[in-house]
């Protein structure tokens, strides 16, 4: 009988929230692995692309008022979803919520633009100050989420307004002195809200100089990040003093191999998906990493991919 029970409930789940998305926008059992940039990870009970903030405030309600678990992803770049998957709802923001606009020295832009398709509108604006973001492979909600950062530049310098929604279905705006950014850090990691709409402040610029800029972040990147294989971008936080690819290397541990993961032997800092890995390669990959370098070192790594699921 409880079985059955939890089955009306899910259907009464499914009929909801097709009320309120269009067809494409909500997927059921749907494997993690296609839909984040290490190719890993089991099914999502139900995954759900919003493309308005009205569409976030009903979901929200219907996640509320079915009392269902849930969790928020960007472009699915900075994150390890374990084998057996995320129970409940995931709430990913991707094309449907990826709008653009220019208001003078301003942009606003969905959640779910992606954070290289944002530089090349500023550059196309005449605007400077996204550069450092051509090259990082997420959303812009992920982004201003951890505060992401690249080549001395990082969201906390271009973000003045964030449009959010609580988990209790209320929209909110923080102006820039409420975001408390920090090192990969934001108020919405403290908070729990839902990051739906960004406002930058940039600044007018030279196309040329902007686009040189872009060059040369581009050529760097991809000259030493090893971009033809999966991966969730740098997978440890800097540790304070040191680098941690640098000291991963100097470990002797480029190229150390779990299963299908691998420490990238184009650059250390990265464990790459180099073939059908686990999220469990992953896992004792980085453990391996973290124990050698602990007992060479004495440093403590720490991941800097969020960890999700079960």
Same mark, same amino acid.
Do not use: W
């Given at each position: @009988? ?6 009306a409930?899910?259907q009464?789940?499914?009929?909801k929230i ?26 999502a009970?139900y ?13 929200f ?5 079915m009392? @269902?678990?849930?969790?928020?992803l960007?472009?699915?770049?900075n994150?390890l979803?374990l084998?057996?998957?995320i129970?409940?709802a ?6 449907p ?13 969905g959640?779910g633009?992606y954070?290289?398709h944002?530089?090349q509108?500023?550059?196309e604006?005449?605007?400077t100050g ?11 909600g ?6 992401a ?8 310098n271009v ?16 102006e820039q002195d409420?975001l408390d ?10 908070n729990g809200q ?5 406002t930058?402040e940039?600044q007018p610029g030279d196309?040329?100089?902007?686009k040189?800029k @872009? ?6 990147r991809e000259?030493?990040q090893?971009?033809e ?5 740098s997978t ?8 941690a690819?640098?000291l991963?290397?100097?470990t002797?541990?480029?190229g150390?191999?779990v299963?299908g993961a ?11 998906n180099?073939?059908n890995?686990?999220a469990?390669?992953?896992l004792?990959l ?11 070192n004495?440093v403590?790594l720490f991941?800097e991919?969020?960890i999700?699921g079960e």
């Open positions: @009988m409880a079985v059955n029970t939890e089955n409930l899910n009464e789940f499914i009929r097709q009320e309120i998305v269009q067809p494409g926008q909500l997927f059921v059992q749907e494997p993690m692995s296609k839909h984040t940039t290490f190719n890993i990870g089991g099914p009970d995954l759900i692309f919003p493309s308005t903030i009205d569409e976030v405030v009903s979901i309600n219907v996640i509320r008022e009392n @269902m678990p849930f969790t928020v960007g472009n699915g770049s994150v979803v084998d057996n998957g129970r409940g995931v709430v990913k923001f991707h094309a919520m990826s709008y653009k606009r220019q208001s003078g020295n301003k942009i606003i832009a959640a633009a954070l290289k944002v530089s509108y500023a550059l604006c005449g605007l996204m550069e450092f973001a051509c090259g990082i492979p997420g959303s812009l992920g982004a201003v989420f951890m505060n950062g690249a080549y001395d530049g990082e969201m906390k973000v003045t307004q964030v449009r959010t929604v609580t988990q209790s279905g209320e929209v909110l705006t923080y409420q950014f920090a090192y990969r850090h934001s108020v919405f990691q403290d839902i990051i739906c709409e960004i930058m940039l196309k040329e100089a902007i040189a @872009m060059d040369d972040f581009t050529f760097r000259s030493k090893p971009l294989l999966p991966s969730a971008g440890f936080k800097r540790p304070e003093g040191y680098f690819g640098t991963i290397d100097q002797g541990l480029k150390l191999q299963g691998q420490i990238s032997t184009k650059h250390a800092g990265f464990v790459v180099s073939g890995a686990t469990k390669d992953v004792n980085i453990k391996a990493v973290q124990d050698e370098v602990y007992a060479r004495g403590k991941p991919v969020r999700i």
